[in-house]
């Protein structure tokens, strides 16, 4: 009691000779901390009620109906997991031949000005990319894919008719948007390996790609790797862009021509229209969903850069 | 002489990073092309300076998301800019150990939160307080802002040389002075900068606020009442059936990335011109 | 008999757990210029930085031992390490101006800091202390105009200024030419001459020449120890420990 008393005592006398300053920035740190702690508490807190009413059929339920009460998220779990996955399967692959003709293929004297092109459209609004999304991808899905993969369509993945409306053209979008992140990280990783390595490679006879093979990409393969999951990330969480072009409609189908709907859509969507206490409940414990699982792709990518900059 | 198979596959290589990189970029160029030549033809002075027209008449503006969106970033930054840079110049100069490795976290974790997210928080905490109002929007998008502003600070704050910060210190000045007037005042162009580009960051942030503001089509008298703003009224004419409305998103759509690009290339280029030391 | 203005009385400075100073004792005379030389990484300018206590804005660092200002320990707690270090000036191995500030506020910064406001005395110890540093003709009229732009030399001249504005006791100056070309370098040997009618100098140089040009009294640092400590007459002409030595005619670089 006593010794918790001095502790108590020598904290207090600690803070009163601390820098004014330090102070200051500490107090406003402590500040953003509780805030933190309130945000996380508010969410948890409101979707508490649904999570009482369903349980775990709340995450594993495929129906999602406000006018009966019945609140399912599986529709918005699956859209999201398979715009997200998909974009980020084209995004990599797009990225990396990208990023190697910036850095390996293109004149030096154009490599500052494609690298700053590409980060500047990282700062374009996404709600931009879905207005051009609106009248430019949907119409190409629905007069040209659709039509292109005809041969094609007993796979499942790519059956069925289609208003243009769907998980391809938020595919498409999320693609886009997400390509210069991995882009600009794979740019700048690569562009940090030794020259002397580049060159000891070169010395023995290797073409250029041989070089970038066993040498650029195994050496930039982690940072990389984070910069990989930073767009994922950003791509569970894209809102507008998504919900302009994915048709919204909560089903579970494996063509990406059918319409579907993400969890950050669905929010977007029916936020202003909930009424019961109930759907807001329901609404923000997607948001929860939402929120754990961008937590655990942050986490995910603190962790592989820490480990970068060990290595 | 035949071509060689790994000089063949040098060359696949060089063809699908040519294609790859195409792949990337022309669509982009198509977003810019398409948003000045579909948004041109209404950027005119009656866009910015008048209110919008009764349903399908021609004309009208969108003034009342113009003063929403000042409205919104004005608090937006009230909120972020005093947090966000003194956790970043708590970061920079004073934290040690294990508590500025969590605070480090804790702002990596904010900055990687859907925008979505911080809507929901701003009305579980200030919309079903205060209702749907331009508060609850600058609130969302102030919380976005934070690790932004934070991160760019500590950078700034970061980059001082050992030497300046000894120089000051030197002349027998209080630790908080040689923070405050010679580390602030060596990094002051970048820690603007930061200022900068956090405003560009959310000024488009159009998600958070599509559940806090409500959107309608007056213009907001105070900071309790709804508001509109530029990005969502992208969102609401672009799914609008109204062809008229069409052009108006277009054409807000190219001011907004007018606005975004300016700050983006003005904070580059004034960056470079200050890089003295 | 000269007077001793610092005193050092068995300095230690520990980092982390390694030594770098070991029990120097050492007697600094008023108004001479006292060279500390030495390889690079015996130690001189930690030495340096323990005088003006500047060493404890640095982690990881504990010092024991005395340092006495005119007999005063100014390690002991009822000493303010900011009053300590207006009375100690330092100047640095790089030019360090302040680039964000112009030469005329350079010159002020620690006095404004102090809250001194007064514009006719602002102005007039700019002038003198550009004036004592041979600054002033050549920068008068652009005072307003960025450090950041000046020479190499100039920037040293002026962190020399800076230093002075304070009106300090003893200055202290690290390698104060190494960044410098020769012409600059000889104008700041000149001009420390000059100052030790005011100022008690301790400088640190790996110039073995430099030290011989300028300095009254001479120290030699090696691993962290205090080898030998004279008149730099007798460091030159009549070492009498062998390191001294073989340091002086160049052999341990």
Redesign the interface.
């Known amino acids: 009691m006593v010794s918790v008393l001095g502790k108590i005592i020598r904290a207090l006398k600690k803070i009163l000779r601390m820098?004014?300053?330090?102070g200051?920035?500490?107090?406003?740190?402590v500040?953003?901390?509780v805030?933190?702690l309130?945000?996380m508490g508010?969410?948890v807190?409101?979707s508490l009620p649904v999570f009482e009413k369903f349980g775990i059929k709340f995450i594993v339920g495929t129906e999602w109906n406000p006018r009966k009460d019945i609140f399912g998220a599986l529709p918005f779990v699956w859209g999201t997991f398979i715009t997200s996955t998909i974009a980020i399967v084209f995004a990599v692959?797009?990225?990396?031949?990208?990023a190697?003709?910036?850095v390996?293929?293109a004149p030096p004297k154009l490599r500052e000005f494609l690298s700053?092109?590409?980060e500047?459209?990282v700062?374009?609004?996404?709600?931009?990319?879905?207005?051009?999304g609106?009248?430019?991808v949907v119409p190409l899905v629905r007069d040209f894919l659709r039509p292109l993969f005809l041969p094609l369509s007993f796979i499942p993945f790519l059956s069925g008719e289609t208003s243009g409306y769907s998980l391809m053209a938020a595919i498409i979008v999320l693609t886009?948007m997400i390509?210069?992140i991995s882009?600009s990280f794979i740019k700048n990783a690569l562009e940090s390996v030794p020259i002397e390595l580049k060159e000891a490679a070169y010395a023995l006879g290797a073409?250029?790609?041989?070089v970038?093979k066993i040498v650029s990409k195994p050496l930039t393969r982690r940072a990389a790797l984070a910069g990989i999951i930073?767009a994922y990330?950003r791509a569970?969480?894209?809102?507008?862009a998504v919900?302009?072009v994915v048709g919204n409609t909560p089903n579970i189908s494996l063509s990406l021509f059918n319409p579907g709907y993400t969890l950050?859509a669905v929010?977007?969507n029916e936020?202003?229209e909930a009424t019961s206490v109930l759907h807001i409940s329901a609404?923000?414990a997607l948001?929860v969903i939402?929120?754990a699982w961008?937590?655990a792709?942050?986490a995910l990518?603190?962790l592989i850069m820490k480990r970068v900059r060990i290595s | 002489m035949r071509p060689s198979l790994?000089?063949l596959?040098?060359k696949f290589?060089?063809a699908?990073?040519?294609?790859?990189?195409l792949?990337?970029?022309i669509?982009?160029l198509?977003?810019i092309l398409?948003?000045i030549i579909?948004g041109i033809k209404r950027l005119d002075l009656e866009l910015i300076t008048s209110p919008p027209k009764s349903l399908l008449g021609s004309g009208g503006g969108i003034l009342h998301a113009i003063v929403g969106t000042a409205m919104v970033v004005f608090i937006a930054m009230l909120i972020s800019l005093?947090?966000g840079f003194?956790?970043g110049?708590?970061?920079a100069?004073?934290?040690k150990g294990k508590f500025a490795h969590f605070?480090r976290?804790?702002i990596?974790?904010?900055a990687?939160?859907?925008?979505?997210?911080a809507?929901?928080?701003a009305?579980?905490?200030i919309v079903v307080v205060y209702g749907f109002s331009a508060l609850a929007g600058g609130f969302a998008l102030g919380?976005i802002a934070?690790p932004y502003v934070?991160r760019s600070t500590e950078e700034a704050l970061g980059s001082v040389p050992m030497e300046i910060k000894e120089a000051g210190f030197s002349l027998g000045i209080?630790?908080?002075k040689v923070?405050?007037f010679i580390d602030v005042g060596y990094a002051k162009s970048r820690i603007i900068a930061g200022f900068l580009l956090a405003l560009?960051?959310v000024?488009?942030?159009?998600?958070p606020l599509?559940?806090t503001i409500?959107g309608g089509i007056n213009i907001p008298s105070n900071i309790f009442s709804p508001a509109n703003a530029i990005?969502?009224v992208?969102?609401q004419y672009?799914?609008s059936p109204f062809r008229i409305w069409?052009n108006i998103?277009?054409s807000a759509?190219l001011l907004?990335?007018i606005i975004?690009?300016v700050i983006?290339?003005g904070v580059?280029y004034y960056l470079k011109i200050k890089a003295i030391y | 008999m000269v007077n001793i203005k610092v005193q050092v009385e068995g300095l230690s400075v520990w980092y982390r757990d390694k030594q770098i100073l070991r029990d120097i004792c050492i007697l600094i005379p008023e108004k001479k210029i006292t060279a500390v030389m030495g390889p690079s990484g015996c130690g001189k300018t930690t030495f340096l930085k323990s005088l003006n206590r500047l060493i404890e804005i640095h982690e990881g660092f504990k010092v024991y031992g005395k340092v006495l200002l005119d007999g005063k320990n100014i390690y002991d707690p009822d000493v303010d390490p900011m009053d300590i270090r207006a009375r100690i000036g330092m100047v640095f191995q790089k030019p360090n101006p302040f680039p964000h500030l112009s030469i005329y506020d350079n010159v002020v910064v620690g006095l404004k800091l102090r809250g001194i406001t007064d514009k006719k005395y602002l102005d007039r110890i700019v002038r003198e202390t550009l004036e004592k540093v041979g600054l002033w003709d050549e920068v008068k009229d652009r005072l307003r105009s960025s450090a950041a732009k000046l020479s190499g030399g100039q920037q040293q001249r002026l962190c020399i200024a800076r230093a002075l504005a304070l009106n300090p006791e003893v200055l202290l100056l690290d390698e104060p030419t190494s960044a410098l070309d020769p012409l600059a370098a000889a104008k700041i040997e000149n001009l420390l001459v000059d100052l030790k009618k005011e100022y008690t100098i301790i400088i640190v140089t790996h110039n073995i020449q430099q030290a011989a040009r300028i300095s009254d009294y001479a120290a030699f640092l090696y691993m962290g120890r205090l080898i030998e400590f004279g008149e730099t007459k007798d460091i030159f002409t009549n070492p009498k420990n062998e390191l001294t030595e073989k340091y002086v005619e160049g052999k341990i670089g």
């Open positions: 820098d004014p300053l330090e200051l920035s500490l107090f406003f740190s500040i953003l901390i805030v933190v309130l945000f508010s969410m807190l409101y692959a797009i990225s990396y031949g990208a190697y003709f910036i390996e293929i700053s092109v590409i500047l459209i700062a374009i609004p996404s709600v931009i990319i879905g207005l051009w609106i009248f430019y886009l390509t210069p882009t073409t250029r790609y041989e970038f930073l990330g569970v969480g894209e809102t507008m919900v302009m950050a929010i977007a936020f202003l609404l923000i948001g939402l929120f961008s937590l792709v942050n990518a603190i | 790994r000089s596959t040098d290589y060089t699908f990073a040519i294609f790859a990189f792949i990337l970029i669509p982009l198509h977003i398409s948003i579909n005093p947090l003194f956790v110049l708590y970061l100069e004073f934290a605070l976290t804790l990596s974790v904010l990687g939160i859907p925008s979505i997210i809507g929901v928080f009305y579980t905490v919380i934070i934070a209080e630790r908080w923070v405050l560009a960051r000024i488009g942030e159009t998600a599509l559940i409500l990005p969502l992208i969102y672009a799914l069409h998103a277009w759509a907004l990335m975004v690009l983006n290339l580059r």
